[in-house]
């Protein structure tokens, strides 16, 4: 019987085919020296397609209305006018004190009632020109400082009223909605120019480790929500998606830069953080961990090409 030759090569297409019908290339290291000849984005469909299914959402459980309903989150709406900057907690004194001013006039009492003595002049009235270089009061502490133990009971009811058209203007001017109420978002994103089984070796991890030989299904497991999902920073203005998850002029010359557009329910909105990153001028929508997207189109910056054959969903 003759003997049967195989070559490495053989080998490399046998594994090649058994990973591709079983699904679990990117779940597994290989070890081979050579490269598959497969676009890169491409692979990152195949990661899409192992995380999610196509389809579309399902309808919202909620919608933007909902959001009304929580006191909470209108006090905390209109209050997030007062934070200056991202990592400064300190308060804005020109919103602060015109709003103390709306605040007296609501409330039909002497500002003498509400406000502490050491923030009214000599006629017991607000200074504004005394606040006008700045308060040194904090997010957490302002009320305590400023407003009487009478004051800080009727503050809450005072700011969610306001709170309402706070929270208003952020979905009237900002949020993009189809007909079910599910919100229109963006993400751009940079994939490294390296094949599925190739190793490139100066990529920085994000946990601080050192440099190490790092393979494409370890980058999207270390970028893409750490292999969970694709990300839960989305934007929400048309062209205001920007990414930062690779180098575009990184070890291997160059990246494919790609842009996913879709659609989310209300209810995967971390609204709260939203709100904050607004405040920061970033048009950023802060989705759940829990979010499901719908991506209908995936665009890549250097041909205009749409890498989608029809809608996903897959986990943030």
């Known amino acids: 019987m003759p003997k049967i030759q195989i070559t490495e090569n053989d080998i490399y297409k046998m594994v090649r085919g058994v990973l591709k019908e079983l699904h679990y290339g990117q779940q597994l290291q290989i070890p081979f020296?050579?490269?598959?000849?497969?676009?890169?984005?491409?692979?990152?469909?195949?990661?899409?397609?192992?995380?999610?299914?196509?389809?579309?959402?399902?309808?919202?459980?909620?919608?933007?209305?909902?959001?009304?309903?929580?006191?909470?989150?209108?006090?905390?709406?209109?209050?997030?006018?007062?934070?200056?900057?991202?990592?400064?907690?300190?308060?804005?004194?020109?919103?602060?004190?015109?709003?103390?001013?709306?605040?007296?006039?609501?409330?039909?009492?002497?500002?003498?009632?509400?406000?502490?003595?050491?923030?009214?002049?000599?006629?017991?009235?607000?200074?504004?020109?005394?606040?006008?270089?700045?308060?040194?009061?904090?997010?957490?502490t302002w009320k305590q400082e400023v407003l009487t133990a009478e004051a800080q009971r009727m503050w809450p009811a005072f700011a969610r009223i306001h709170g309402k058209g706070c929270l208003s203007s952020f979905i009237e001017y900002n949020l993009h909605m189809n007909d079910l109420g599910q919100i229109q978002v963006e993400r751009e994103i940079t994939i490294p120019k390296a094949n599925k089984y190739s190793k490139f070796p100066q990529y920085q991890r994000k946990d601080g480790e050192q440099p190490k030989d790092l393979d494409y299904y370890e980058f999207l497991t270390n970028n893409m929500n750490y292999g969970r999902g694709i990300g839960v920073c989305w934007a929400y203005a048309k062209g205001a998606a920007e990414s930062y998850n690779a180098d575009p002029y990184g070890p291997q010359g160059g990246c494919d830069t790609i842009t996913m557009y879709g659609w989310v329910n209300p209810e995967s909105v971390d609204i709260k953080t939203s709100l904050e990153l607004e405040i920061m001028d970033e048009c950023e929508l802060r989705l759940k961990a829990s979010a499901l997207v719908q991506i209908d189109r995936i665009i890549m910056r250097e041909n205009g090409q749409n890498l989608l054959k029809s809608s996903i969903v897959v986990p943030a």
């Not at 919202?60 to 006191?71: G, I, R």
């Not at 209050?79 to 409330?107: K, M, N, V």
Request: no cysteine.
């Open 33 to 140: 020296e050579g490269e598959i000849d497969t676009p890169n984005y491409k692979q990152f469909i195949e990661y899409l397609e192992t995380i999610g299914h196509y389809g579309k959402l399902h309808n919202p459980a909620t919608s933007v209305n909902d959001w009304f309903k929580d006191p909470e989150l209108l006090q905390f709406a209109f209050e997030t006018r007062f934070i200056q900057s991202y990592g400064d907690p300190s308060i804005d004194s020109f919103y602060l004190t015109r709003t103390l001013e709306d605040f007296l006039s609501w409330s039909n009492r002497p500002a003498k009632d509400l406000i502490n003595p050491g923030w009214l002049n000599s006629d017991g009235e607000l200074d504004f020109d005394e606040w006008s270089d700045g308060l040194g009061l904090y997010e957490d």
